[in-house]
Nanobody
């Protein structure tokens, strides 16, 4: 069973930055693609970013390109999301997810963390 624990959320003013972390256990982290998703109040969960198992391929939602950076440290079983130039539209619960395979294909994400709240005020 995969366990994913996110941290690093909080409240920040528009234009600020946050760094989310996700520590994985219970599976071979280095063999799985990983990703971040988010869900704002009253909205469906949406894709934010993904990275393949060795960190060579990354994908981003258009809304975060150039502002967010996904990365991973396989030695520490940890996934990161550096978020810069935050706007109120980034306010959401952010979820870490593990892919069934080593890729970034969105439909194969099948394990989820409990989420961490990010609130951006104007």
């Amino acid at each position: 069973q995969v366990q994913l624990v996110e941290s690093g959320g909080g409240s920040v003013q528009a234009g600020g930055s946050l760094r989310l972390s996700c520590v994985a256990s219970g599976h071979t982290f280095s063999s799985r693609g990983m990703g971040w998703f988010r869900q704002a109040p009253g909205k469906e969960r949406e894709f934010v970013a993904a990275i393949d198992s060795i960190g060579r391929i990354t994908n981003y939602a258009d809304s975060v390109k150039g502002r967010f950076t996904i990365s991973r440290d396989n030695a520490k079983n940890t996934l990161y999301l550096q978020m810069n130039s935050l706007t109120p539209e980034d306010t959401a619960v952010y979820y870490c997810a593990a892919n069934r395979w080593s890729s970034t294909y969105q439909k194969f994400f099948n394990s989820w963390g409990q989420g961490t709240q990010v609130t951006v005020s104007s």
